[in-house]
């Protein structure tokens, strides 16, 4: 069975960094991709960005400038930072497992697929103004 | 950047079927996951590459997509199937989610 662990400062103010770690219990940690998604309250998922064991990463267009995914595989663990966080930001954060791949037909035509099969609790982060 | 569109939401009687949509250019292309998610937990897959079903998930969902359009289908709703679902697919190096259905059980 995989546990995903996460944690992280709960509450900060404007222009602070936020930084949440998850730790990954179990399974192969080098077989799969490693995401964040955030939640804003009241609202739906929006994914943050992805990195391998290799630490090639993939962020979302509207939040590469502030966002940085980063990956320990001496412990099982990876990162997210945001940088000069606004009330904008407050959300409930997620880690998640993610399987990424590619299918090629007969035809010789290729389709991607990534989804996210194991997810961590959450940690909410509140920004004050 | 790529958008994924679903109605805000759905109603169906227990036992019935339920069809939850999820539209995007050439969607058909692509692979699609849904994601279940209740409140207070976190969000919980529920059909991947488009048709697949994990182990631990009924055999009343159940996924489609062809050209614009992807869904979700339940099969004999039960109340506890009432949940807000999410649509995902894969575009540009991003995973893109729809803006969420929720399903009510009335």
């Known amino acids: 069975q995989v546990l995903l662990q996460q944690w992280g400062a709960g509450l900060l103010k404007a222009s602070e960094a936020l930084s949440l770690t998850c730790a990954v219990y179990?399974?192969?940690?080098?077989?799969?991709?490693w995401s964040w998604v955030r939640q804003p309250p009241g609202k739906g998922l929006e994914w943050l960005g992805e990195?391998?064991?290799?630490?090639?990463?993939n962020y979302s267009p509207s939040l590469k400038s502030r966002v940085t995914i980063a990956i320990d595989t001496s412990k099982n663990q990876f990162s997210l930072g945001v940088t000069s966080v606004t009330a904008a930001d407050t959300a409930v954060y997620y880690c998640?497992?993610?399987?990424?791949?590619?299918?090629?037909?007969?035809?010789?035509?290729?389709?991607?697929?990534?989804?996210?099969?194991?997810w961590g609790k959450g940690t909410m982060v509140a920004v004050s103004s | 950047s790529y958008e994924l569109t679903q109605s805000p939401s759905v109603s169906v009687s227990p036992g019935q079927t339920a069809s939850i949509t999820c539209s995007g250019d050439?969607?058909?292309?692509?692979?699609v996951c849904w994601y279940q998610e209740k409140p207070g937990q976190s969000p919980l897959l529920v059909i991947y590459?488009?048709?697949k079903r994990p182990s631990e998930i009924p055999e009343r969902f159940s996924g489609s997509n062809s050209g614009n359009t992807a869904t979700l289908t339940i099969s004999g709703t039960q109340a506890v199937d009432e949940a807000v679902y999410y649509c995902?697919?894969?575009?540009?190096?991003?995973?893109?989610f729809g803006g969420g259905t929720k399903l009510t059980v009335l």
């Open positions: 998640a497992r993610a399987v990424k791949g590619t299918v090629t037909t007969t035809t010789a035509r290729s389709y991607s697929y990534y989804y996210m099969d194991v």
């Open positions: 179990g399974g192969s940690f080098s077989d799969y991709h």
């Open positions: 990195i391998n064991h290799s630490g090639g990463t």
């Open positions: 050439k969607l058909g292309a692509k692979y």
């Open positions: 590459q488009d048709t």
């Open positions: 995902q697919a894969w575009d540009a190096s991003t995973a893109v």
